[in-house]
């Protein structure tokens, strides 16, 4: 089992997506989600279009980098048709410990038939995860109430898939 810390290991909100937050997941052995998008012509982290200044995508990596890690990163794409520049940073920084989910649907395809790592959703509104045969795994979420169990996620263990349990801290 590996965690994951949502947005990096943030102590205050301000820390969000940014570089002390990501520096100290990584340093305590946690692996990270964060949230990209594309801004001015580059990729960039951040959950909200960007209003402020952002870190660069290419930063983030070489962070990651540094710390010649294999934790995992769950990259959570909020931009559609960011494949290229994606798969380009990905290969230059040798990153594979990684899996990309929530895009939009076509733009999950495409990333699904270039050989991106893609995880599917299964929430409450995504009852049955889409492009379920072509994701290598399936991203639990929870909005509302706690429905995951641990037959929903042996379930998708027996199909071959990966899990990542993502409960809402509502419920927790």
């Given at each position: 089992?590996?965690?994951?810390?949502?947005?990096?290991?943030?102590?205050?909100?301000?820390?969000?997506?940014?570089?002390?937050?990501?520096?100290?997941?990584?340093?305590?052995?946690?692996?990270?989600?964060?949230?990209?998008r594309?801004?001015?012509?580059e990729?960039v982290?951040?959950?909200?279009?960007?209003?402020?200044?952002?870190?660069?995508?290419?930063?983030?990596?070489?962070?990651?980098?540094?710390?010649?890690?294999?934790?995992?990163?769950?990259?959570?794409?909020?931009?559609?048709?960011?494949?290229n520049?994606?798969?380009?940073?990905?290969?230059?920084?040798?990153?594979?410990?990684?899996?990309?989910?929530?895009?939009?649907?076509?733009?999950?395809?495409v990333?699904?038939?270039?050989?991106?790592?893609?995880?599917?959703r299964?929430?409450?509104?995504?009852?049955?995860?889409?492009?379920?045969?072509?994701?290598q795994?399936?991203?639990?979420?929870?909005?509302h109430?706690?429905?995951?169990?641990?037959?929903?996620?042996?379930?998708?263990?027996?199909?071959?898939?990966?899990?990542?349990?993502?409960?809402?801290?509502?419920?927790?």
């Amino acid at each position: 089992m590996n965690v994951i810390s949502h947005r990096g290991y943030w102590k205050e909100p301000a820390e969000q997506n940014a570089d002390p937050a990501f520096e100290r997941s990584l340093r305590l052995g946690f692996g990270i989600e964060t949230d990209i998008r594309d801004s001015q012509r580059e990729l960039v982290i951040s959950h909200d279009l960007p209003v402020h200044a952002v870190t660069a995508l290419e930063s983030f990596f070489e962070l990651y980098s540094r710390f010649e890690s294999e934790l995992p990163l769950a990259l959570n794409i909020k931009s559609d048709g960011m494949q290229n520049r994606l798969k380009s940073l990905l290969e230059e920084y040798d990153i594979n410990n990684y899996f990309l989910f929530d895009m939009a649907i076509p733009d999950a395809l495409v990333y699904c038939w270039q050989g991106f790592n893609v995880f599917t959703r299964q929430s409450e509104y995504e009852i049955s995860p889409p492009y379920y045969n072509l994701a290598q795994g399936v991203w639990l979420d929870e909005f509302h109430g706690h429905w995951i169990t641990d037959a929903t996620i042996l379930e998708h263990l027996d199909n071959g898939k990966q899990v990542v349990d993502f409960p809402s801290l509502a419920t927790r």
